[in-house]
């Protein structure tokens, strides 16, 4: 779900309409920025009274943004995303196409700006959406210096397999009552107190501690243990490791994917000598498992770490920005 949901005026940056909506009261705009992605398709679009309204919308819904751009008659239109070849080669007028990525830099920047959070010289923007990019942004200049996979797309795909959610706001919510710990195997869990060498909480195997109740169940059964304490199974006497609860899976799932961002993004962030890390994307819009998980890695790994706000649409607003 998009960032301002549940709609509302945001004093800060504009109008945010609930998902899968907009804001009707619009009649006619000045410009519009739309950033088509693989999962969503955000929207900006500034009117004849210099005001921002933003919108989500799920992807392509190629021909409903056609609709729009029709109904609003904007002077200007900026198309940035995989999808814009699709939507400018039907637009039938003229529309600038910016880089993704610059519109992203130039989206985040005033974004930043307008929250007071914009840091001094060069940062690195990793922007989370179904995909991962990484884009040092040095003022007006933005570069991809990597990226991963794994992303929202990878998030929701493992926990439509794993857990049964069919979407990004019930994976979010079953995540927030999980506990990685069930899954996951920790370093307290392979050292003595004593021999910790880093944080016990850090994880030393995603998933790691399902592998390991099946590994002992597995020399139970070899050496004939009737495995005290579990539930015997129907096979060799033997009780197969406990299903991990729904929830765990969730959580460790998202903390899979925020902590490999995050050492990723860390690791590029060194290698550019900035101290900055500015996280955005829709992934992260009402997500607390993702977001605390890179803040903190970050913090520890000595990055400052910024959450973006409003990030799942600073492409749309760049796309805007950059339309003239």
């Not at 693989?38 to 500034?46: E, F, G, S």
């Not at 190629?62 to 904007?74: D, G, M, S």
């Not at 002992?216 to 299903?243: F, I, K, L, T």
Request: some cysteine.
């Amino acid at each position: 779900m998009s960032e301002g949901a549940r709609g509302g005026p945001d004093p800060d940056l504009g109008t945010f309409a609930s998902f899968g909506e907009f804001d009707e009261a619009v009649g006619a705009a000045e410009a519009v920025g739309i950033d088509s992605g693989a999962t969503l398709v955000k929207l900006c679009v500034r009117d004849r009274a210099g005001a921002l309204h933003f919108a989500t919308w799920p992807s392509p819904s190629r021909r409903r943004v056609l609709a729009l751009l029709e109904t609003l008659a904007p002077d200007r239109i900026g198309v940035t995303g995989c999808g814009a070849a699709a939507i400018l080669d039907e637009l039938g007028r003229e529309g600038a196409h910016p880089i993704e990525f610059d519109a992203w830099g130039r989206g985040a920047n005033t974004i930043l700006e307008r929250a007071g959070l914009l840091p001094e010289g060069a940062y690195l923007l990793v922007s989370i959406g179904t995909g991962t990019s990484a884009l040092h942004v040095d003022g007006d200049r933005v570069e991809r210096v990597g990226g991963t996979a794994l992303g929202g797309g990878a998030a929701l795909g493992l926990g439509l397999a794993l857990t049964g959610c069919q979407s990004h706001d019930e994976l979010v919510a079953l995540a927030a009552r999980g506990n990685r710990g069930g899954v996951d195997l920790l370093i307290s869990d392979i050292y003595e107190k004593a021999e910790v060498p880093i944080a016990s909480e850090a994880t030393a195997a995603s998933f790691g501690k399902l592998a390991r109740s099946l590994d002992r169940s597995s020399r139970a059964a070899a050496n004939g243990d009737s495995g005290e304490g579990m539930q015997p199974s129907a096979r060799n006497g033997v009780d197969a490791p406990s299903p991990a609860r729904p929830e765990d899976l969730a959580a460790a799932i998202m903390g899979l994917v925020a902590e490999n961002i995050a050492l990723i993004s860390i690791a590029r962030a060194t290698v550019a000598d900035v101290s900055h890390i500015v996280y955005g994307g829709s992934t992260l819009n009402e997500n607390p498992t993702i977001v605390q998980t890179v803040r903190l890695l970050t913090r520890v790994m000595g990055k400052e770490a910024i959450v973006l706000p409003h990030s799942g649409h600073a492409g749309a607003l760049g796309a805007m920005l950059l339309s003239t």
